[in-house]
Nanobody, 123 residues
Framework: QVQLVESGGGLVQPGGSLRFSCAAS??????????MGWYRQAPGKPREMVAT???????NYADSVKGRCTISRDNAKNTAYLQMDSLKPEDTAVYYC???????????????WGQGTQVTVSS
């Protein structure tokens, strides 16, 4: 019911910035996107949360990105944005968008993932 299309990522020098977007395409009018977020996975490491945002705008950030990262969303467009500044080599990873949603009349929630986008921070 949900398809996530990501954009952003790429090669950036240390200290640089990147902006990501994730658009959730919903096929059913009664399907509601609840939480959206970004996760990342570096080679040989487990996937970790970067930032999440609820439909009400409450945000949560990993300690490693606090102060350098801002997540926002446009509920009308079912789109989330992630701005990352002061990038470090240790931010190098594949970044995945995540969306959690369900039908407005039910309690079941389903998690969806984007295809991932590579971020490389290197001089």
């Amino acid at each position: 019911q949900v398809q996530l299309v990501e954009s952003g990522g790429g090669l950036v020098q240390p200290g640089g910035s990147l902006r990501f977007s994730c658009a959730a395409s919903v096929t059913a009018a009664s399907f509601i996107i609840r939480d959206m977020g970004w996760y990342r996975q570096a080679p040989g490491k487990p996937r970790e949360m970067v930032a999440t945002i609820t439909s009400g705008g409450s945000t949560n950030y990993a300690d490693s990105v606090k102060g350098r990262c801002t997540i926002s969303r446009d509920n009308a467009k079912n789109t989330a944005y992630l701005q990352m500044d002061s990038l470090k080599p240790e931010d190098t990873a594949v970044y995945y968008c995540n969306a959690i949603g369900g039908y407005s009349y039910g309690s079941l929630r389903t998690s969806y993932w984007g295809q991932g986008t590579q971020v490389t921070v290197s001089s």
